[in-house]
C-alpha cells in the first residue's frame, strides 16, 4: 500500500527529528501565539508567554461533590432549566484503567466540548494523545501524560486541572468544567441506559489482532462494516481499538459512540429516564470518574444536550492536517502541532453553523457524497497508487521538499523529479490511472481546490502524479 499506518523512523523529514532536549522543546516553543479568534467564541484566548503562565478561570477540584438531590419520583425536567445563556467548555477525559488497579493514569481519551446554550449548537474537538506539547511547570511531552504528572505532584486540582492547564497555554482553550471516566464507568452506564445495546455504523472491517485484553496481554476484536448494535463491552472495544489510521480514526469512533449514546437514552425515554437512575450511578461508581460538577448540574447538563439537535452538534479531529510525525530524542513517535491549523479547525468546530456535523470533510466529485479526511484516505488506500512528485519549477528541491511533507503525513512516494521543460505553472493533481480517490487525497492534504485535479496520460511510471509550482512554498515554510 502507498499509506503507511505508522510511519518508520526513518520516513521522519531527518531534519526535523530533534537530536537533543533542548532542539525537541525548541520544535514547539512556549511563547508562540496561535491567531487571535475574535470576539466570536469568548472562551478561547490566545496562549501566554513562558514567564507568567495563566491561572485557568476556575479552580478544579479532584474530589467528587456531595450529591445534591436524592432521587424521588416527582423530579421534573422543568426543575433542571439550564439558565446560564453563556458558552462553556467540558474537558472529558478517558482513562485507562479497569477495576483494582493503581494510578496514576494517562489520558486515552480527550475531548473539549463547546456548548452554546443561545445558539442551541455544540462542538466536539478530540484532542490527539501523542500531541507533543509543554506542559505548564513541568516539561515538553505528550499530552496524555498530563494527568500522570497532575496526579503525581499534587498539582492543585490534580490531574484533570494539568490537562486544562496545558490545553489552556498550548490550544488557548479555557475549560471550566470536567468529566473523567474509567472503563468501568463506560460500560455500566451503557449497561443500565441501553440494555439492548447501542447502534454504531462502521464504514469498513475493523480487524485488531493487539487489542488490550486486560491482563497485560493481547485478543483479537472483529467489526463487519454496517450498522449494528453493540453491548457495553463490545462497544468498548469498538471506541478503543487502533485498528486503521491510527488515533486519528479511533477519535472519530470515539465521536461517534458518544453521538450514539446520547441517541439511545433519548429514544428510550429521553433525560427523564436518565435522571431516575442518576443519583444511584453518582453513588455507586464514586471511584470510577472524578469531575467538578455536581450532581443536578450534570442533571441540568443532560437536559441541555437533550435540547440540541443532533445536527447541531459538530465535530472535529486535531489529526494530520493539523500535526506533523516527529520523533524525540528518546525514540518516541509523537504529533508537533500546527498552531495556525488547529486554530482554524477550532474556529470550524466551536463556531459550526446548525446544521453542521463532521467538519473534518472534503466533498468529492460524485454527486451528493461527502468523505471525512479518514473516510477519503481510507479509500485512497484501497487504490493502492503509485505517486510521483515532480517540480515543475527553476526552484532547486521542491519535488523533495514535497515529498517530505507528504511522508510526514503518511503517504509514500514512488518517484521524484523534475518537469523535461518545466513551465512554472500553478501545483496540479494529474490523475493517470484512474485513481480518483488519491488523487482527491493528495490534494486535501496539499489544501488544493478540486479544479487543480486533472486527468493525464498513463506515463508508465506513476498512477498519480503532484506537479509542483511555485504556489506549495508557503505551505512548505509553514511550521507543521
Not at 490534580?158 to 496545558?166: I, K, N
Not at 469498513?204 to 450498522?227: A, K, L
Not at 471506541?239 to 433519548?266: C, K, M, P, W, Y
Request: one cysteine or more; proline letters at 8%.
Amino acid at each position: 500500500t502507498q499509506f503507511v499506518p505508522d510511519a518508520p523512523t526513518a520516513a521522519v523529514e531527518p531534519t526535523a527529528a530533534p537530536t537533543t532536549e533542548s532542539q525537541a522543546i525548541a520544535q514547539v516553543p512556549t511563547n508562540t501565539p496561535i491567531p487571535t479568534l475574535g470576539g466570536i467564541i469568548p472562551t478561547l484566548s490566545a496562549r501566554g508567554s513562558t514567564s507568567a503562565l495563566p491561572t485557568l478561570v476556575v479552580t478544579l477540584v479532584v474530589t467528587n461533590p456531595a450529591p445534591q438531590i436524592e432521587p424521588t419520583p416527582d423530579l421534573r425536567l422543568a426543575d433542571y432549566a439550564w439558565q446560564d445563556p453563556r458558552r462553556f467548555n467540558i474537558l472529558l477525559l478517558g482513562i485507562d484503567q479497569r477495576r483494582g488497579e493503581q494510578g496514576p493514569f494517562r489520558t486515552d481519551t480527550i475531548i473539549v466540548v463547546s456548548i452554546d446554550p443561545l445558539r442551541g449548537t455544540a462542538g466536539m474537538l478530540s484532542i490527539p494523545r501523542d500531541l507533543y506539547v509543554p506542559i505548564p511547570g513541568f516539561r515538553q511531552d505528550r499530552i496524555n501524560n498530563a494527568n500522570v504528572l497532575g496526579e503525581a505532584s499534587a498539582y492543585p486540582g490534580g490531574g484533570p486541572a494539568l490537562v486544562a492547564r496545558t490545553l489552556q497555554e498550548n490550544l488557548g482553550i479555557n475549560v471550566s468544567r470536567y468529566i473523567l471516566i474509567n472503563f468501568d464507568f463506560f460500560t455500566t452506564v451503557v449497561d443500565l441506559v441501553a440494555p439492548n445495546g447501542v447502534e454504531v455504523c462502521p464504514t469498513q472491517e475493523i480487524h485488531d489482532e493487539y487489542y488490550p485484553d486486560g491482563s497485560y496481554g493481547f485478543m483479537t476484536v472483529h467489526f463487519d462494516p454496517g450498522c449494528q448494535r453493540l453491548e457495553a463491552e463490545r462497544l468498548l472495544q469498538y471506541a478503543r481499538t487502533r485498528h486503521g489510521n491510527s488515533d486519528f480514526d479511533r477519535a472519530f469512533r470515539q465521536q461517534e459512540v458518544i453521538r450514539a449514546v446520547r441517541d439511545e437514552v433519548l429514544s428510550v425515554g429521553g433525560i427523564a429516564n436518565f435522571i431516575g437512575i442518576a443519583p444511584r450511578l453518582w453513588q455507586e461508581l464514586s471511584d470510577s470518574y472524578q469531575t467538578n460538577m455536581a450532581l443536578d448540574d450534570l442533571i441540568r447538563l443532560g437536559v441541555l444536550l437533550q435540547n440540541i439537535p443532533r445536527e447541531n452538534i459538530a465535530s472535529g479531529v486535531i489529526g494530520t492536517m493539523e500535526t506533523r510525525f516527529a520523533t524525540t530524542p528518546s525514540g518516541d513517535q509523537v504529533l508537533i502541532p500546527n498552531y495556525n491549523a488547529i486554530s482554524t479547525l477550532m474556529q470550524r468546530v466551536f463556531n459550526a453553523a446548525p446544521g453542521t456535523t463532521e467538519v473534518n470533510t472534503i466533498s468529492v466529485e460524485t454527486e451528493g457524497e461527502v468523505l471525512s479526511i479518514s473516510e477519503l484516505r481510507q479509500r485512497a488506500e484501497a487504490e493502492n497508487a503509485r505517486i510521483g512528485v515532480y517540480n515543475n519549477t527553476e526552484i532547486a528541491g521542491l519535488a523533495s521538499q514535497t515529498r517530505d511533507l507528504l511522508v510526514i503525513r503518511q503517504v509514500t512516494v514512488a518517484n521524484v523529479g523534475n518537469m523535461q521543460t518545466p513551465t512554472g505553472g500553478a501545483t496540479v493533481i494529474r490523475n493517470l490511472n484512474d485513481k480518483p480517490y488519491t488523487a482527491r487525497y493528495l490534494a486535501a492534504l496539499l489544501n488544493l481546490p478540486e479544479d487543480r485535479i486533472e486527468i493525464g496520460a498513463p506515463n508508465g511510471a506513476d498512477d498519480v502524479m503532484v506537479i509542483v509550482g511555485a504556489d506549495i512554498q508557503p505551505m512548505l515554510t509553514a511550521p507543521r
